[in-house]
């Protein structure tokens, strides 16, 4: 069974700042990684997949990096809409069998 | 624009079945498969199901197999989620999410609808 591990739990930063958020896999997910950021009463949004490219829309300060087991997502300089909870997912090949982080959630220090 | 409209939640007794929808627009919806993925209140997210754009090929989490049954109706874009012999610990929002092509990652989702599974 993949188990997904995010790293902090919690992450105090303030704005205008750089948050740096990691991901282990318990085993390798190659680039199969992707991020996801969930507003409070929103769905989750794509960020970032093939752990380091961008989806559609996504502003620059985004950024994913890592491979095989350890993945990190960067937010360059922290702007009041991304203080959230980020989830990593990996997705392997068809059939499914997504496995999700069980969250970090960004706050405003 | 991509859409994806969840309907079909509410409140039901354990036990009890619920059929939840997701209409589907914007895309062409049979060239690309659905999942559905939950969320307990207050937790992370749990991936529930998914299936092919053809509708000949359906996966299940470990935790919903031979409980819950995933289809879709190409002439309506929508895709369903029936539910039966729910248990408090399927209360989640449910969401549905469209599976991007080549890579597989779910690149839309809709707003979710609530299951409460209570007496």
């Known amino acids: 069974e993949m188990v997904m591990t995010q790293s902090p739990t919690t992450l105090s930063v303030s704005p205008g700042e750089r948050a740096t958020l990691s991901c282990r896999a318990s085993r390798s997910v190659s680039s199969n990684l992707a991020w996801y950021q969930q507003k409070p009463g929103q769905a989750p949004r794509l960020l970032i997949y093939?752990?380091?490219t961008r989806a559609t829309g996504i502003p620059a300060r985004f950024s994913g990096s890592g491979s095989g087991t350890e993945f990190t997502l960067t937010i360059s300089s922290l702007q009041s809409e991304d203080f959230a909870v980020y989830y990593c997912q990996e997705y392997n090949a068809w059939p499914p069998r997504y496995t999700f982080g069980q969250g970090t959630k960004l706050e405003i220090k | 624009e991509v859409q994806l409209l969840e309907s079909g939640g509410g409140l039901v007794q354990p036990g009890g079945s619920l059929r939840l929808s997701c209409a589907a627009s914007g895309f062409t919806f049979s060239s690309y498969a659905m999942t559905w993925v939950r969320q307990a209140p207050g937790k992370g997210l749990e991936w529930v199901s998914a299936i092919s754009g053809s509708g000949g090929s359906t996966y299940y989490a470990d935790s919903v197999k031979g409980r819950f049954t995933i289809s879709r109706d190409t002439s309506k874009n929508t895709v369903y989620l029936q539910m039966n012999s729910l248990r408090a610990g399927d209360t989640a929002v449910y969401y549905c999410?469209?599976?991007?092509?080549?890579?597989?990652?779910?690149?839309?989702w809709g707003q979710g609808t609530l299951v409460t599974v209570s007496s």
């Open positions: 999410a469209k599976v991007a092509r080549p890579t597989h990652v779910l690149d839309y």
């Open positions: 093939g752990a380091s």
